[in-house]
């Protein structure tokens, strides 16, 4: 069974530009949360969708924003990139996620996204 | 504010010794405690995790434990053998969501 993939693996963008990145989740699962590592702020939850819907926000300004379609793909997007913005962002997927179930969620292996 | 804490940035253990990780919390609606293991380059894996109603769960080498009257988790692992070393990040997840917090993460190195 395929694993979570994440597409770009790295990506350099300069301030101001916008970005998307692409998570796969595993097949069958329908739950995929991002995350934004960053040195000293360890993982940072910035939202989770099932059925193409955001259940749950994490406390990141508006130019944070994705979306999940049909298939369970997500993408995460940012606009009006700024310096602060680098980071390793981490998708993870599980089968049903929400509150009160404890299925596993597995972690693709992210995308290092650098802001010049 | 760091909901969940992590406040040892890294451990030296020696091969076959016991590594204990530890991780403080403060929020008291948390129901749901992982431990997550990272090595460079990948995302986390899942390693073990414990729900607020249990005070212990073991999995092989690991065992976690929760004192909720401290808002402590610590995770055991015995022994430890090199291929341990990783970061190590708890996280915790607030009852009636799926939104979960991690610490900041140990990095643990297992000495051959």
């Known amino acids: 069974k395929a694993g979570v993939t994440q597409t770009p693996r790295y990506l350099i963008k300069t301030r101001g530009q916008q970005v998307t990145l692409s998570c796969s989740p595993i097949s069958g699962h329908r739950s995929v949360s991002w995350y934004q590592q960053t040195p000293g702020q360890g993982l940072q939850f910035l939202f989770e969708y099932f059925s193409e819907t955001q259940r749950n926000k994490g406390n990141f300004p508006g130019r944070f924003s994705g979306r999940q379609f049909s298939n369970s793909r997500s993408e995460m997007n940012v606009s009006t990139l700024e310096l602060g913005d680098s980071a390793l962002y981490l998708c993870?997927?599980?089968?049903?996620?929400?509150?009160?179930?404890?299925?596993?969620?597995?972690f693709g292996p992210g995308t290092r996204l650098t802001v010049l | 504010d760091q909901q969940v804490k992590q406040n040892s940035p890294s451990l030296s253990v020696q091969e076959g010794r016991i590594s204990i990780l530890n991780c403080d919390y403060t929020?008291?609606?948390?129901?749901?405690f992982l431990w997550y293991k990272k090595y460079p380059a990948e995302g986390p894996t899942f390693l073990i995790s414990?729900?607020?109603?249990?005070d212990k769960n073991e999995d092989g080498r690991f065992t976690v434990f929760l004192n909720k009257s401290a808002k402590h988790l610590s995770l055991h692992i015995v022994p430890s053998q090199p291929g341990d070393s990783a970061v190590y990040f708890c996280?915790?997840?607030?009852?009636?969501?799926?939104?979960?917090?991690f610490g900041t993460g140990t990095r643990l190195k297992v000495l051959a």
């Open positions: 996280a915790a997840r607030t009852s009636g969501t799926y939104k979960y917090i």
């Open positions: 929020n008291s609606m948390f129901d749901y």
């Open positions: 414990i729900s607020s109603i249990k």
């Open positions: 993870a997927s599980s089968l049903r996620g929400g509150a009160g179930t404890t299925d596993t969620q597995y």
